[in-house]
């Protein structure tokens, strides 16, 4: 029979232990944006999503409105409007893409609409499309691992 203060003790270690793993698994993994990611699809780094606002995998200049010629994600984004690297007023790459490349190893959806809503185009991995389907050109904005 344990005593109250041994059985606070070990639960106590348990948590410090469970506590710690997370932490060290939080800090394996780094969710990024990388912005001006170049021409080529060859650019995209491995284990990101990459879109271009043009065709053939070519940045395109930013445009009045502050959008993004090309962008690469590691993670899910929900609103591709609020993608910034400064408080300048950027507008991400909402509406903008006409080519994508999935360079990871999961199946990728790009949504019409914001947080994964409206019109969906699904890619596989390690696919590259140097021309999105019209109906979903200048029309992305949001995608995520599916």
Not at 27 to 37: E, K, L, M, Y
Request: proline share 3%.
């Amino acid at each position: 029979m344990f005593s109250k203060s041994r059985a606070a003790t070990r639960l106590g270690l348990c948590v410090a232990a469970v506590t710690g793993l997370v932490m060290a698994g939080a800090g394996a993994a780094s969710a990024t944006t990388v912005f001006d990611v170049g021409h080529g699809a060859g650019s995209c780094p491995d284990g990101y999503v990459c879109l271009w606002s043009e065709g053939d995998f070519i940045q395109g200049k930013p445009v009045l409105d502050h959008k993004f010629g090309a962008v690469a994600s590691n993670q899910n984004i929900g609103d591709m409007g609020k993608l910034a690297r400064t408080s300048a007023g950027d507008k991400g790459m909402q509406d903008t893409a006409s080519s994508v490349v999935n360079n990871t190893g999961s199946s990728i959806c790009f949504y019409e609409h914001n947080w994964y809503g409206g019109l969906q185009f699904k890619i596989g991995p390690r696919e590259k499309w140097p021309s999105v389907p019209s109906w979903i050109n200048d029309k992305i904005s949001s995608f995520k691992y599916c």
